[in-house]
C-alpha cells in the first residue's frame, strides 16, 4: 500500500449501512463504494442493478458501478490502491492452485480504502491499515479452511468526477493498467 501522510481518518462514513442492508441487501460492496465516493449506501444502490439476482460484487461489476456513476478507474492485481476499494481474498483451498480463478470469488470481500485508512462495513468506521488487519484476522479464523488473506484487485478511483464527459470506450481504455 502506498504510504500517504494523513492528519485524521476520511470524514465521511455512510449512516445508512444498516437501512440500505435490510432494504436492499446491501453488503461489502455497495457499502465500500459509497465509502470511496463519499455517498450514501441507499443511493448508490442504483449502480448495483445485479443485486435483483446476485447480492455479490465481482471486480467487472465494481468497475461498471464506477463508470456508471461517472469515476475512473485503474485496476492493479495484488495490490491496496490508495485511493479506491479493494477485493480481499481469502486464502485457503479454493486459491492453492489459481489465485485467480473464479470459484475463488466465493471467498471474497470489498474495502474502501484511502490512504493509511480502511472502511471495512462489518466495522463501520475507518481504520488505520494495522487495525484493520485484526478485523481481517478475526474473518480468517471464522472461515472453514482459510490460511489468510491477500488483496486480489484493488481499483484506484478519482476524485474528480472526470469520467462523466469520457465516452465509453474511452475511459475503458483509460482504465486498464497493466498487470
Known amino acids: 500500500m502506498t504510504a500517504k501522510l494523513s492528519c485524521g481518518a476520511p470524514n465521511f462514513v455512510p449512516w445508512d449501512i444498516e437501512v440500505a ?10 457499502v465500500s463504494f459509497a465509502a470511496i465516493t463519499g455517498k450514501e449506501v441507499c443511493r448508490v444502490m442504483r ?7 446476485s447480492p455479490w460484487t465481482n471486480l467487472t461489476q ?3 458501478a464506477l463508470a456508471d456513476a461517472g469515476f475512473m478507474t485503474a485496476v492493479q492485481k495484488c495490490a491496496f ?12 483451498p479454493w ?7 473464479r470459484w475463488s470469488l466465493a471467498h471474497t470481500h470489498w474495502v474502501a480504502v484511502d490512504g493509511e485508512w480502511i472502511f471495512d462495513h462489518t466495522v463501520g468506521e475507518w481504520q488505520m491499515f494495522e487495525e ?3 478485523v481481517a484476522w478475526e474473518f480468517v479464523s471464522e472461515i472453514p479452511r482459510a490460511t489468510g488473506w491477500r488483496v486480489k484487485y484493488s481499483v484506484e478511483v ?5 469520467a462523466a464527459s469520457c465516452p465509453a470506450e474511452v475511459r475503458d481504455a483509460m482504465s486498464l493498467a497493466p498487470c
Open 95 to 101: 486459491t492453492e492452485k489459481d489465485f485467480f480463478s
Open 81 to 92: 490502491p490508495n485511493h479506491g476499494v479493494a477485493l480481499v481474498q481469502w486464502l485457503g
Open 132 to 134: 484493520w488487519g485484526k
Open 21 to 30: 442492508r435490510i432494504n436492499f441487501g446491501a453488503n461489502c460492496g455497495p
Open 62 to 64: 465494481m468497475r461498471r
Open 47 to 53: 449502480h448495483f442493478l445485479h443485486f435483483k439476482h
Open 158 to 162: 478519482s476524485k474528480v468526477n472526470l
